[in-house]
């Protein structure tokens, strides 16, 4: 399962955020470093294409697509050197995929600000020149175990010297890893590193309900600063969010109708961490469970099916594949063989977003 990790500095709306989108029960309290071990939860994917499948199948089961979202302790300045719950911070934001930065865009004067105001260029600044300073610890810790291996003579130890130091030279300029295009080797030692400015982000600006338009020069300072690092975002309103999770789906669809908006901000997040992970779903609907399925853009079939069950990898045949739109229309998988939609594909087929898929296999 991908993981979507909550990061921030204290007191910006993260657990609130958090509860919103998992109904859990966060802590949520005025002062810094209230999450301490990072709360986890799982979320549904919002997919009104299941739905209209669901609509044709009449499935006993109805399985979405799913993330795992981390609420992890707040951050603050001097974090890679292990001030407040630096450590904690960033060894937990070291296992997440995409990273959600709540930015606070709101004034409060019952909640405190750590550094005493709301500035969210300040606070995204913090917050980055942590994870840049941290990847170039780790990157110069890696330099010296690299050049007592150069010794070896092995071509592959100059190669990764090569990589580390075109690493180095980005970090001390400041500037993430995720703005630049790496080469394959580059690419591999990222991994292996986990490097944090590496990771896909996405700016999450929690503004005040007077502000759901996101208008605010509070917003517009976000937005340029995510068009500068390459960032995602998105204007959300946590408290609003918190409130419309707690109501029944008709309550809540005539709460957000009342505040003259189309669907929950938590929806859009999600939508946009599937995104940024750049994954496809594709659909099964054999037996009693209609399920979505997410995948990284560019899966061969094959590794699709291993993604239900190791054996049907091993053991793969084909794939009998029909678009989600017109498998809805044909009705049924008998109809959609009887009149020809299916198609056959091999094991060099990449699995494409909303392919309705049917894996044939040997045991």
């Not at 990847?135 to 990764?160: P, S």
């Not at 990222?190 to 605010?216: C, F, W």
């Not at 989600?324 to 229309?329: K, N």
Request: aromatic content about 6%.
């Amino acid at each position: 399962m991908y993981r979507v990790g909550l990061v921030g500095l204290p007191n910006v709306g993260k657990s609130t955020l958090f509860n919103a989108l998992t109904r859990g029960k966060a802590q949520v309290a005025n002062y810094p470093f209230c999450t301490i071990d990072p709360n986890v939860g799982v979320v549904a994917v919002p997919d009104p294409r299941l739905q209209r499948i669901a609509e044709v199948t009449r499935p006993e089961r109805l399985t979405p697509a799913t993330l795992e979202f981390i609420d992890v302790a707040g951050l603050v300045k001097g974090a890679h050197r292990g001030e407040g719950l630096g450590n904690q911070f960033l060894s937990h934001i070291r296992e997440v995929d995409v990273v959600v930065h709540v930015v606070r865009c709101f004034d409060d004067p019952d909640i405190t600000h750590v550094d005493g105001s709301v500035d969210p260029a300040r606070d995204i600044g913090v917050v980055e020149t942590e994870l840049i300073l941290k990847d170039l610890e780790t990157v110069e810790k890696r330099i010296e175990k690299t050049e007592r291996l150069l010794k070896t003579g092995e071509k592959r130890y100059r190669v990764e010297m090569d990589c580390l130091l075109r690493l180095k030279e980005r970090l001390e300029r400041g500037e993430s890893l995720r703005l630049e295009s790496w080469n394959e080797e580059e690419k591999a030692l990222i991994a292996e590193l986990s490097l944090l400015s590496a990771k896909p982000v996405i700016y999450a600006a929690n503004v005040s309900e007077d502000d759901l338009a996101g208008e605010s020069s509070r917003v517009a300072a976000v937005k340029a600063r995510a068009a500068e690092s390459g960032a995602g975002v998105l204007v959300i309103c946590a408290a609003m969010e918190s409130e419309l999770a707690e109501l029944e789906p008709e309550e809540a669809r005539a709460f957000l109708q009342e505040m003259g908006v189309d669907e929950p901000g938590l929806h859009r997040l999600i939508r946009l961490a599937y995104q940024q992970l750049d994954m496809v779903t594709f659909y099964t609907v054999k037996g009693p469970e209609t399920r979505a399925w997410a995948v990284p853009r560019g899966t061969r079939a094959p590794e699709a099916a291993g993604k239900i069950h190791k054996d049907m990898q091993r053991g793969f045949i084909r794939a009998e594949v029909i678009d989600w739109e017109s498998f809805v229309r044909l009705g049924s998988w008998a109809n959609a063989r009887e009149q020809g939609a299916l198609r056959s594909e091999g094991k060099e087929y990449v699995i494409q977003d909303g392919d309705v898929v049917l894996f044939r296999f040997n045991v």
